[in-house]
């Protein structure tokens, strides 16, 4: 829920606000604050959220975000606490009209950037809280979610995450909840999926697909990352990929901007230019106090381990930002380094939130 989100007074600088912005898709992202940690029970019942990196958001022309909701991993009932958490951020989002906007289609991104609003997208990273049954599918559409994601890393009921080293791809079931899905008008997330899943997903959907998290394979072998078979699968489906803010972009070593430059650049002369975007997995706010911070990611990085679902290279010592490319300015700095390789600004303004303001059209009705 709202554990995690911070409560700092501060704002973003008022000239980035006001200086008129590409519309950009964050199409795996969040609307933490990485200086502060967990809430309390009073806050999360009166359901704060921080200003700041609402605003940082906006300031960034994030028209919308992907935001993970419901459950990932752990112990808490699947559906459960889905539901609550769905809950949750409708209240929020209903206390903050002037500032947040739920996303229930194409437009309503439109419209958010239009307003400068920060639109948010209701995204699951698990389908676990399915409990077998893709009829669910239609509760989860009717409250408003947009995207599912089959698989967290691990085997889930609908397939192999990109941690199962057997590879069997998708199952009965997988096949009957990206059919629901499909019916629904629910996109299809194969982020952490295994190769398999992604490939068999990719044949079995009859409505394009995305990757809306993850990095290029040929880049750098890592299981998070997708090979140039998936993503040209995924590109002739009519797909879209993001390319996210990871280390997983450089196992062993800090990523920098160079890196998302790297991938986005390979992705595209894989994909074609329609079919890249961005999916940060992370928000836009800077980190204050770089300590702290690794103090936090440490105990994180433990934690994922003690669970199973931490991935090969997750370093404490390696934040999960590039360093050069922090805070609510780092869209207008990739465009800028974009532009300074030689990128023209339509293909820009494709890979920053065209491409998959396209696919929402396609997939969720214009």
Same mark, same amino acid.
């Given at each position: ?18 200086? +008129? ?64 958490? @769905? ?5 929020? %989002? ?50 408003? *979610? ?41 996109? *299809? ?12 997903? %990719? ?28 993503? +040209? ?38 994909? !074609?230019?329609?079919?890249?975007? @961005? ?7 800077? @980190? ?29 010592? %390696? ?7 922090? !805070? ?22 494709? @890979? ?15």
């Amino acid at each position: 829920m709202a554990a995690g989100l911070a409560a700092s007074a501060l704002t973003s600088t008022p000239a980035l606000a006001m200086k +008129k912005r590409r519309l950009v898709i964050n199409a795996l992202g969040g609307l933490g604050n990485p200086n502060r940690g967990e809430w309390s029970e009073e806050e999360i019942a009166a359901h704060r959220l921080d200003p700041r990196p609402i605003a940082d958001a906006r300031a960034a022309g994030v028209a919308a975000t992907n935001l993970t909701l419901g459950y990932v991993f752990g112990e808490d009932d699947p559906f459960v606490s889905t539901i609550e958490d @769905i809950a949750w951020w409708d209240e929020a %989002i209903r206390f903050r009209p002037d500032a947040l906007m739920k996303i229930r289609d194409a437009a309503d991104i439109s419209a958010a950037h239009e307003k400068g609003l920060a639109g948010v997208i209701y995204g699951f990273q698990s389908s676990d809280m399915f409990a077998g049954d893709p009829a669910r599918a239609r509760i989860f559409a009717d409250l408003g *979610v947009r995207i599912c994601q089959l698989t967290y890393n691990l085997r889930s009921a609908a397939g192999d995450g990109a941690l199962v080293a057997e590879n069997k791809g998708l199952t009965e079931f997988g096949r009957a909840l990206v059919a629901a899905l499909n019916r629904e008008k629910l996109l *299809v997330d194969l982020s952490h999926g295994g190769e398999k899943t992604t490939t068999d997903a %990719i044949a079995a959907s009859t409505a394009p697909i995305a990757i809306t998290h993850a990095g290029c394979a040929s880049l750098a072998p890592h299981p998070r990352n997708k090979t140039d078979a998936e993503l +040209k699968a995924l590109a002739d489906k009519g797909g879209v990929m993001g390319v996210y803010f990871m280390p997983y972009l450089s196992p062993g070593r800090q990523h920098m901007a160079a890196d998302i430059l790297a991938h986005i650049e390979h992705a595209v002369n894989v994909c !074609g230019e329609d079919h890249v975007g @961005i999916g940060t997995d992370g928000g836009v706010t800077a @980190i204050d106090n770089m300590p702290a911070y690794l103090e936090e990611h440490r105990k994180d990085v433990e934690n994922r381990k003690r669970l199973g679902v931490g991935a090969p290279n997750e370093d404490p010592d %390696i934040i999960l930002v590039p360093p050069d490319l922090m !805070g609510p300015t780092q869209f207008e700095r990739l465009a800028g380094l974009l532009s300074a390789r030689g990128w023209k600004e339509a293909r820009i303004e494709k @890979i920053l939130g065209g491409n998959f303001l396209r696919l929402f059209g396609e997939v969720w009705g214009v």
